[in-house]
């Protein structure tokens, strides 16, 4: 999976917790951000800083092992996504974010099936 892809995942990740009111995302914050802020606070880890994409994600996917006492050595950081996208019932179809249903209402796009 891309870096861009990744980062869209925690996106729609972010944005599901907020519907779920788990955080709240002031208008123009990064609903990214957000999603790692409150996902480092949940596994009670120190907040990254100047970290990649990839350390940020292998360091949660320790913790998650930890916590859930998976029988892994580790995660890989697309598996981490995919943990946190099934636990907090994230879909995999991006027309489901709300930037994308204002373009399709605007007739920017059309919608993918």
Do not use: W
């Amino acid at each position: 999976m891309t870096e861009h892809i990744r980062l869209q995942r925690i996106r729609d990740i972010g944005f599901r917790l907020q519907e779920l009111q788990l955080i709240r995302v002031q208008t123009g914050a990064s609903y990214a951000v957000s999603a790692i802020n409150f996902l480092f606070q949940l596994y009670r880890l120190p907040k990254p800083t100047g970290q990649s994409l990839e350390q940020i994600l292998t360091q949660l996917g320790a913790a998650v092992i930890a916590r859930h006492q998976l029988p892994y050595a580790r995660l890989s950081v697309d598996a981490v996504l995919q943990f946190f996208c099934q636990r907090f019932q994230v879909g995999h179809s991006a027309v489901k974010h709300p930037t994308y249903r204002r373009r399709e209402r605007a007739g920017l796009t059309q919608p993918h099936f």
